[in-house]
């Protein structure tokens, strides 16, 4: 029998994977693993269980994009190899939603129990590691301010709800990108930097795959409100990358200097302080797909 990790998040989405771990439990063991569940405590915890993870064969992940990202940083750390699972949980999981894993517990049991595993890069910023996404300016940090029984509570709705708040503080950033033989400087009101296609419930690079060795950079232009709000209308369609208040960059590296303090994020976590060298990693990840 293969001995499978569950790291599980209780505090992620809306707190009900708890109730369902006997139901996992007795689909993975049909399936031909040994389960153990870990129930993390502290951002400190995750690393400190992964840290003793080293004789499992799969290491299984409940929660959303941050839980994600500090178990994939954890296993780096370790130089831990082993093929991951997730359980889409948290109250966004736009990693999840970019590789089409459902939130439906048999569902998801059933990708891993199929076996069907997909490599894919990981974003490296500084000297941490992102799988889906690095950002920073207006609106960003939103998910690192939201009341957490308010996000449990309103999920998505809470996100929205948080950047109408921030709406009063909008104002615009310098920033200066260096990608390849370019240079831009330029007034922003945002940038992310996709490993996937999606953030914040946005297809922003439709195009894009975690695995195709290439980071997407997008960046919001200093606009006026009217242009703004056209840009987001162009957003919903995904015709915003046409926009001429658009920057948008595809490489393997990029480097970004601000001279502002504006706070950074990745995968909806904090991020670290500019400058931002951010690449590509050499690391890789294999993860249970459909």
């Known amino acids: 029998m293969k001995k499978a990790k569950l790291i599980y998040n209780p505090y992620s989405g809306d707190r009900s994977f708890r109730n369902r771990l006997d139901s ?27 840290k003793r993870s080293k004789e499992y064969d799969a290491i299984l992940i409940s929660g959303g994009d941050g839980t994600i990202n500090h178990v994939i940083n ?8 082993v093929p991951v699972g997730i359980f889409p949980y948290g109250t966004a999981n736009d990693f999840a939603s970019h590789l089409g894993i459902p ?18 890069d990981l974003g490296k910023i500084n000297d941490r590691y992102f799988i889906n996404v690095a950002a920073g300016g207006l ?16 999920g998505k709705v809470a996100y929205y709800l948080k950047g109408i708040e921030q709406l009063p503080n909008f104002r615009s950033i ?70 001429n208040n658009v920057i948008y960059l595809r490489s393997k590296n990029f480097k970004i200097e601000c001279y502002e303090n504006i706070e950074t994020d990745i995968d909806g976590e904090v991020g670290p302080n500019f400058p931002l060298d951010v690449s590509i990693s050499s690391k890789k990840i294999k993860i249970f797909t459909p």
């Open 103 to 120: 939130r439906k517990i048999t569902q998801a049991c059933d990708i891993i129990a199929k076996g069907k595993l997909t490599q894919f």
């Open 139 to 154: 609106l960003t940090d939103v998910s690192q301010k939201i009341d957490i029984n308010m996000k449990n509570t309103l």
């Open 174 to 243: 310098p920033i200066k990108i260096t990608c390849d033989d370019k240079v831009i400087e330029e007034n922003i009101y945002l940038f992310v930097i996709l490993n996937g296609s999606s953030a914040g419930g946005f297809k922003l690079a439709p195009d894009a795959t975690a695995n195709d060795e290439l980071l997407n950079l997008i960046a919001i232009k200093q606009c006026s409100l009217v242009d703004l709000f056209n840009l987001f209308i162009k957003m919903l369609k995904g015709e915003h990358l046409e926009s």
């Open 74 to 81: 954890a296993m780096v750390q370790n130089n831990i190899d």
């Open 24 to 50: 996992v439990i007795d689909k993975l063991q049909s399936a031909g693993y040994e389960v153990t569940p870990y129930r993390t405590m502290s951002i400190e915890d995750i690393y400190e269980s992964v």
